[in-house]
């Protein structure tokens, strides 16, 4: 065992060891003509709209890897506090631990000042943590939330540039929905008339772009409480066989039958050495 | 001072517009200045077992290799904590004056010095305190924490590297 005589002391966080063993290595794949495996994308659609009493999201639940789907419903709206959640498109990895860290630091926050956590804090700490990675960390996030100001809908880029709008889309599918919301989009909607609006712009996602499909997650913030809708439209349902290859019983006709008796002469039983 | 009572209307847009820049320029040199005390580039030196060029890691030896770092964010990344204290420093300095930044770096250093064993991982509670660090986490936290690194230092060498007797 090789152990360093005088180490220095290790940091935590990321470890840019094997960065160039890693450039070499898919140098020498693509030499050879295969290729590293793709890290899971969720190529997305996911919206988020701003309503009288509050905020919804919107998003698809098709999750892909290069050009497979990895998963069929997997869930994209994240949970940062009780009253702000976040919708994430971009490398599934990266979207789920930024919005977990970011999650506990906004209840450490608001153990420290002891108030309800406000969207910008959220928006800021965010911004932060994308802009000191330079864009590495591929995730474009849906900020949505309602605090003592009222509610509020951040997008934020991977490169840490955000934008507080009262409609906003991202990912593979966001053209589709944007032109959804383009189209039919008016301030201060009641609440059916705006789920349906979310509802038909992820629909145009789902129907128009390969990345996004399966079904429709919705979450509704407001004032007076919290709606997770999971699934709020099963957009496409997985087909069902309509014939059956199996024979049924009496389709071939008997002819004869014999019957053999068989005699149990000796029964033994080997036990398994299982130490 | 005396300038200033007696001076005419242009004469005091200037003077403030002077006094402006020259605090502006001022601020930019200090932090320019501390800058230069981050980590050098030379020190993306390949380490392996021994200090030999570690080729499972980091690929053959050249001189690019040594020279540039092998991800672009890898130097910012080393750097982000101290750049981060003095950006501070700097601020404080200006809000406050020389003698905030003065007495937290005495504590800064107190603090620094509380530590276990050369070997052993220390929780640096007092200096994450003074920084703030203790009421948030990043990924310094959750990956490659460093009380689960696979690599130890030789006790008694480091011990004796310690007090000087290697």
Same mark, same amino acid.
């Given at each position: 065992m090789a152990t360093l005589v005088v180490s220095q002391s290790p940091v935590g966080? +990321?470890? +840019?060891?094997?960065c160039k063993r890693n450039a070499v290595l898919e140098a020498e794949a693509t030499k050879v003509g295969s290729s590293l495996p793709a890290a899971r994308k969720t190529g997305t659609t996911i919206c988020g709209v701003v309503f009288k009493d509050g905020v919804i999201l919107g998003a698809d639940t098709r999750a892909t890897e290069g050009m497979i789907v990895a998963d069929k419903n997997c869930s994209k709206i994240h949970y940062i506090s009780p009253n702000i959640y976040c919708c994430g498109a971009g490398t599934a990895a990266d979207t789920e631990m930024t919005t977990q860290i970011i999650s506990s630091n906004l209840e450490l926050h608001a153990l420290s000042t002891g108030r309800l956590p406000r969207v910008a804090t959220a928006n800021r700490m965010l911004k932060q943590m994308l802009f000191r990675y330079q864009g590495y960390i591929g995730a474009a996030l849906v900020l949505g939330g309602v605090d003592c100001n009222g509610p509020h809908l951040y997008s934020i880029y991977p490169h840490g540039s955000t934008d507080k709008l009262p409609y906003v889309t991202m990912g593979s599918g966001s053209l589709a929905a944007m032109a959804v919301f383009e189209d039919r989009y008016k301030p201060d909607m009641e609440e059916e008339q705006a789920k349906q609006l979310v509802r038909d712009a992820v629909a145009a996602g789902i129907f128009n772009d390969l990345g996004s499909g399966s079904n429709i997650d919705l979450c509704v913030i407001t004032k007076g409480g919290l709606d997770y809708i999971r699934p709020h439209d099963e957009a496409n349902k997985k087909g069902v066989r309509t014939g059956d290859y199996k024979y049924k019983r009496g389709t071939t006709g008997v002819l004869s039958k014999a019957t053999l008796n068989l005699e149990v002469v000796e029964e033994t039983v080997l036990t398994m050495d299982t130490s | 001072m005396l300038r200033h009572e007696n001076a005419t209307q242009p004469d005091t847009l200037v003077f403030q517009k002077e006094s402006a820049t020259h605090g502006i320029i001022m601020n930019t040199r200090g932090l320019r200045s501390q800058l230069k005390d981050s980590v050098p580039v030379a020190g993306l030196c390949p380490q392996g077992a021994y200090g030999v060029q570690d080729s499972m890691r980091s690929g053959f030896s050249s001189v690019k290799n040594e020279l540039l770092p092998s991800h672009p964010l890898e130097l910012s990344e080393k750097n982000f904590q101290p750049n981060q204290d003095k950006m501070n420093f700097s601020t404080l300095r200006n809000i406050q004056g020389l003698h905030a930044p003065l007495k937290l770096q005495m504590e800064y250093r107190a603090a620094r010095q509380i530590q276990r064993l050369p070997f052993l991982q220390s929780s640096n509670l007092a200096l994450d305190t003074l920084r703030g660090n203790d009421e948030s986490i990043g990924f310094e936290d959750i990956l490659n924490d460093p009380a689960q690194s696979e690599m130890m230092g030789e006790p008694h060498m480091m011990m004796e590297y310690k007090l000087g007797m290697l």
């Amino acid at each position: 065992m090789a152990t360093l005589v005088v180490s220095q002391s290790p940091v935590g966080g +990321f470890s +840019f060891e094997n960065c160039k063993r890693n450039a070499v290595l898919e140098a020498e794949a693509t030499k050879v003509g295969s290729s590293l495996p793709a890290a899971r994308k969720t190529g997305t659609t996911i919206c988020g709209v701003v309503f009288k009493d509050g905020v919804i999201l919107g998003a698809d639940t098709r999750a892909t890897e290069g050009m497979i789907v990895a998963d069929k419903n997997c869930s994209k709206i994240h949970y940062i506090s009780p009253n702000i959640y976040c919708c994430g498109a971009g490398t599934a990895a990266d979207t789920e631990m930024t919005t977990q860290i970011i999650s506990s630091n906004l209840e450490l926050h608001a153990l420290s000042t002891g108030r309800l956590p406000r969207v910008a804090t959220a928006n800021r700490m965010l911004k932060q943590m994308l802009f000191r990675y330079q864009g590495y960390i591929g995730a474009a996030l849906v900020l949505g939330g309602v605090d003592c100001n009222g509610p509020h809908l951040y997008s934020i880029y991977p490169h840490g540039s955000t934008d507080k709008l009262p409609y906003v889309t991202m990912g593979s599918g966001s053209l589709a929905a944007m032109a959804v919301f383009e189209d039919r989009y008016k301030p201060d909607m009641e609440e059916e008339q705006a789920k349906q609006l979310v509802r038909d712009a992820v629909a145009a996602g789902i129907f128009n772009d390969l990345g996004s499909g399966s079904n429709i997650d919705l979450c509704v913030i407001t004032k007076g409480g919290l709606d997770y809708i999971r699934p709020h439209d099963e957009a496409n349902k997985k087909g069902v066989r309509t014939g059956d290859y199996k024979y049924k019983r009496g389709t071939t006709g008997v002819l004869s039958k014999a019957t053999l008796n068989l005699e149990v002469v000796e029964e033994t039983v080997l036990t398994m050495d299982t130490s | 001072m005396l300038r200033h009572e007696n001076a005419t209307q242009p004469d005091t847009l200037v003077f403030q517009k002077e006094s402006a820049t020259h605090g502006i320029i001022m601020n930019t040199r200090g932090l320019r200045s501390q800058l230069k005390d981050s980590v050098p580039v030379a020190g993306l030196c390949p380490q392996g077992a021994y200090g030999v060029q570690d080729s499972m890691r980091s690929g053959f030896s050249s001189v690019k290799n040594e020279l540039l770092p092998s991800h672009p964010l890898e130097l910012s990344e080393k750097n982000f904590q101290p750049n981060q204290d003095k950006m501070n420093f700097s601020t404080l300095r200006n809000i406050q004056g020389l003698h905030a930044p003065l007495k937290l770096q005495m504590e800064y250093r107190a603090a620094r010095q509380i530590q276990r064993l050369p070997f052993l991982q220390s929780s640096n509670l007092a200096l994450d305190t003074l920084r703030g660090n203790d009421e948030s986490i990043g990924f310094e936290d959750i990956l490659n924490d460093p009380a689960q690194s696979e690599m130890m230092g030789e006790p008694h060498m480091m011990m004796e590297y310690k007090l000087g007797m290697l």
